[in-house]
T-cell receptor
Framework: DAKTTQPTSMDCAEGRAANLPCNHSTISGNEYVYWYRQIHSQGPQYIIHGLKNNETNEMASLIITEDRKSSTLILPHATLRDTAVYYCIVRPQGGSEKLVFGKGTKLTVNP | DAGVIQSPRHEVTEMGQEVTLRCKPISGHDYLFWYRQTMMRGLELLIYFNNNVPIDDSGMPEDRFSAKMPNASFSTLKIQPSEPRDSAVYFC??????????????FGPGTRLLVL
């Protein structure tokens, strides 16, 4: 599986957009980008995933660069409850169901 | 749906004792995963099952750890004998291969294990 690089921590003001970057320069053509988050003391939670097109759901938007070597998770209006560790993971669609979690980005949303 | 259920939520035991962690996956899911999370090592996959069969146990730290899945609705992770370095949060997760998106795992609340 391709490795990912994320900043260790980020801060964001409540109500503002939070933009979390992820580098995955060795991503393969059949690998998807997944984002999970882990709120303190809880299990990780799926947020969104994509292959090459930008994606949006009720939680977030995912912007993937044209060369697919990096992506950005966008929380459009961050709230205090969005304070969590955000994990960017790349894995093939189908095949092994394994997810390999890195260290992620600790996002702190400040009032 | 109740989600993934884990028990106990907290466990305190003494070194050398046997510890059994339990997991009930979401009904209909065909994959089950056991993870361990520590500050030092982060979130590590220990073992996962497909249709009750262990597929990859390469993350199991040593022979003191064992996992079983006797049926589709129940799995156990056993540590015998336990050691202080086993102190961690243990998560169980499940997924359904034919769901969309594939790769979406649903995590339980975790079991916080402290070995004294």
């Amino acid at each position: 599986d391709a490795k990912t690089t994320q900043p260790t921590s980020m801060d964001c003001a409540e109500g503002r957009a939070a933009n979390l970057p992820c580098n995955h320069s060795t991503i393969s053509g059949n690998e998807y980008v997944y984002w999970y988050r882990q709120i303190h003391s809880q299990g990780p939670q799926y947020i969104i995933h994509g292959l090459k097109n930008n994606e949006t759901n009720e939680m977030a938007s995912l912007i993937i660069t044209e060369d697919r070597k990096s992506s950005t998770l966008i929380l459009p209006h961050a709230t205090l409850r969005d304070t969590a560790v955000y994990y960017c993971i790349v894995r093939p669609q189908g095949g092994s169901e394994k997810l390999v979690f890195g260290k992620g980005t600790k996002l702190t949303v400040n009032p | 749906d109740a989600g993934v259920i884990q028990s106990p939520r907290h466990e305190v035991t003494e070194m050398g004792q046997e510890v059994t962690l339990r997991c009930k996956p979401i009904s209909g899911h065909d994959y089950l995963f056991w993870y361990r999370q520590t500050m030092m090592r982060g979130l590590e996959l220990l073992i996962y099952f497909n249709n009750n069969v262990p597929i990859d146990d390469s993350g199991m730290p040593e022979d003191r750890f064992s996992a079983k899945m006797p049926n589709a609705s129940f799995s156990t992770l056993k540590i015998q004998p336990s050691e202080p370095r086993d102190s961690a949060v243990y998560f169980c997760a499940s997924s359904f291969y034919r769901s969309y998106p594939s790769g979406t795992q649903y995590f339980g609340p975790g079991t916080r294990l402290l070995v004294l």
